[in-house]
């Protein structure tokens, strides 16, 4: 069976950076189980698994653009220590949830911390940057009514509800 929409895909993957180190894998564990087509996974390596089958395997380098977009400047901004009311101790790698320019909600993270001025950025952290996966196809099945129903896979690999 292919990879098409709609259908369980489980894989396993290592992701490296382009100096080679390992930023993310499945490697010693379960294989990653998305619903192919619904977005549950970086656009670029989507588009490379269409059409795979389980046994298949594929190197796959994915520009910003297919993975987490470009690094924006725009989403950088420097706020004052009294935006963040009740939390006592602010560090640096700190991430909290704010609205966003297009006013939804958004993760930024505490880049910075001069005196009462905190420097909080909103980019992906893996935004700007290629991304290179080793991928193995595991399995590929169909997705019941209910994963479709809800845009993600259920059960083992997958969401719990």
Same mark, same amino acid.
Request: charged residues 20%.
């Given at each position: 069976?292919?990879? /098409?929409?709609?259908?369980? #895909? &489980? =894989?396993?993957?290592?992701?490296?950076? @382009?100096?080679?180190? #390992?930023?993310?894998?499945?490697?010693?564990? /379960?294989?990653? %189980?998305?619903? $192919?087509? /619904?977005?549950?996974?970086? %656009?670029?390596? !989507?588009?490379?698994?269409?059409?795979?089958?389980?046994?298949?395997?594929?190197?796959?380098?994915?520009?910003?653009?297919? /993975?987490?977009?470009?690094?924006?400047?725009?989403?950088?901004?420097?706020?004052?220590? &009294?935006?963040?009311? +009740? %939390? !006592?101790?602010?560090?640096?790698?700190?991430?909290? $949830?704010? &609205? +966003?320019?297009?006013?939804?909600?958004?993760?930024?993270?505490?880049?910075?911390?001069? +005196? @009462? @001025? #905190? =420097?909080?950025?909103?980019? $992906?952290?893996?935004?700007?940057?290629?991304?290179?996966?080793? #991928?193995?196809?595991?399995? %590929?099945?169909?997705?019941?009514?209910?994963?479709?129903?809800?845009?993600? =896979?259920?059960?083992? +690999?997958? $969401?719990?509800?």
């Amino acid at each position: 069976m292919q990879i /098409a929409a709609n259908k369980a #895909v &489980s =894989i396993d993957y290592t992701l490296t950076n @382009d100096a080679g180190e #390992v930023i993310d894998s499945s490697a010693g564990g /379960a294989p990653l %189980v998305y619903l $192919h087509g /619904a977005g549950n996974i970086i %656009v670029g390596l !989507e588009k490379a698994l269409a059409g795979k089958q389980a046994g298949d395997e594929l190197s796959v380098a994915i520009e910003p653009a297919d /993975a987490y977009g470009e690094y924006s400047a725009e989403l950088v901004a420097t706020l004052n220590r &009294s935006m963040f009311e +009740g %939390v !006592e101790e602010l560090e640096v790698g700190m991430q909290f $949830h704010a &609205s +966003g320019p297009d006013g939804g909600m958004q993760i930024v993270t505490i880049r910075d911390i001069e +005196g @009462d @001025d #905190v =420097i909080v950025d909103g980019n $992906h952290p893996l935004a700007g940057q290629r991304l290179n996966f080793q #991928v193995k196809v595991v399995d %590929v099945r169909e997705a019941n009514a209910e994963e479709i129903a809800h845009g993600h =896979i259920h059960g083992e +690999g997958g $969401h719990h509800h």
